[in-house]
């Protein structure tokens, strides 16, 4: 369920690469990581199972449609996977609905064609719940494969009660990713059970070391 996440703008190279060193040592889903290092992270994880992902509109969403085109075919042919791009916020609260639509399908068919995911996240924390509402349902028209809570870089992250928002009324075809604070696994249980497939994490090691924890404490004693 864990996409491992390096977007912070201030790591290393050096950084980087030991992220994804811990991403194929946990056999994670994903590691997203920023547009200029998908090179590196495509070497690391080659012949690992981990997909390479990365981000397009971010964090603010608010690049032209082909610009967040272009990043996201530049992304695919580096060998990138996985694409989380940020809804365009402002067009979002300013009702331009068509505009958005036609954003999401380009961007779904750009991933569709060279097989890969696209997640589009919302920024939940700048929006009424009535925009999440049709931001789901736009998305369900688009084709996208998820809907994501947040960027983790917005005031606030994932809550709850978002989660199983987006679940209720985004297509059941359609996975939810949440994003921003899951950073234990009393957090990645509750997003679990809210109807996640994924979520974003810098805590990985500690959530999946005490999951170990956790599991070693169901088994019953031996002898």
């Known amino acids: 369920m864990i996409d491992h996440s390096l977007l912070r703008p201030e790591l290393t190279e050096e950084q980087v690469a030991e992220g994804c060193r811990v991403a194929a040592d946990y056999q994670v889903a994903s590691v997203t990581v ?8 495509r070497r690391m994880m080659d012949g690992t199972g981990v997909a390479v992902g990365s981000v397009a509109g971010f964090p603010h969403g608010s690049q ?3 610009t ?5 075919r530049d992304l695919l042919r580096r060998g990138a996977r996985e694409v989380d791009m940020v809804i365009n916020i402002g067009k979002l609260l ?4 068509q505009y958005l639509e036609a954003e999401l399908q380009q961007m779904a068919a750009a991933c569709r064609e060279q097989g890969a995911i696209l997640k589009v996240i919302f920024e939940n924390a700048y929006l009424t719940d009535e925009l999440k509402v049709i931001a789901c349902r736009i998305a369900t028209r688009a084709g996208v494969d998820f809907v994501k809570t947040s960027t983790g870089f917005a005031p ?6 978002d989660l199983l928002l987006m ?19 009393e957090k990645a249980l509750e997003v679990y059970q809210a109807g996640c497939d994924r979520f974003g994490a810098t805590a ?9 924890k ?6 019953p004693p031996q002898g």
């Open 156 to 161: 606030t992250g994932y809550t709850l009660e």
């Open 68 to 72: 967040k085109l272009y990043e996201c």
């Open 94 to 97: 300013s009702r331009q609905f």
């Open 34 to 41: 920023r547009p200029s290092d998908v090179d590196l992270a």
């Open 214 to 219: 956790h599991l070693a404490a169901q088994q």
């Open 167 to 185: 679940r209720r009324h985004a297509d059941p075809s359609i996975r939810v990713k949440a994003a921003g604070g899951v950073r234990t696994l």
């Open 64 to 66: 032209t449609t082909p």
């Open 204 to 212: 990985t090691v500690t959530i999946l070391e005490d999951w170990k």
